[in-house]
């Protein structure tokens, strides 16, 4: 009888397994609603290792998920369609919901929503800020007209030695 109850006990604990693998979560997206059409990288080093194998600048979304500062920003980046196009075209795009150690991509601070700008020569665009002077790489959603700007000052890789 106690073996009868083993076996039983066995093919359901199968059973269960078998349902698991059936219902694998999907990974989420790194877009993390910041724009499904872009190809985004997961982290700072993938992106670094991209935009040197690409020559297209990385272009870094420091946000966090339950800021509405942050949500109102990404709601503005996602309506702007000629962000989105350069986004998916020109640059090496990374979101971060995690501060990072690299003192370079905080040159003011670690306050969120930033965004930042890195070159294909490794070197973080310190010279493209937003508008405002005590968060210099602030944006707000009605600074889309600007970012676009920025985004296209990007671009063009920077040559301080000229």
């Not at 910041?34 to 600048?57: A, F, R």
Request: hydrophobic share 45%; proline share 5%; net charge neutral.
């Amino acid at each position: 009888m106690l073996r009868w109850v083993l076996f039983a006990l066995f093919l359901l604990i199968c059973a269960a397994a078998g349902e698991q693998k059936k219902n694998k979560v999907k990974p989420q997206s790194f877009a993390r609603g910041w724009g499904n059409n872009i190809s985004w990288v997961e982290s700072y080093e993938e992106g670094l290792s991209e935009m040197v194998k690409s020559q297209k600048p990385l272009m870094i979304i420091h946000h966090l998920v339950d800021c509405p500062y942050s949500q109102a920003l990404r709601k503005a980046f996602v309506a702007e369609k000629s962000i989105q196009k350069m986004a998916e075209e020109d640059f090496i795009m990374l979101n971060v919901v995690e501060e990072t150690a690299d003192k370079h991509l905080a040159p003011d601070g670690y306050y969120v929503p930033r965004i930042l700008f890195v070159d294909p020569s490794m070197t973080v665009r310190a010279d493209i800020a937003g508008k405002y002077s005590n968060r210099l790489y602030a944006y707000e959603p009605t600074d889309m007209e600007y970012l676009a700007k920025n985004m296209k000052k990007a671009k063009v890789l920077w040559h301080p030695e000229l």
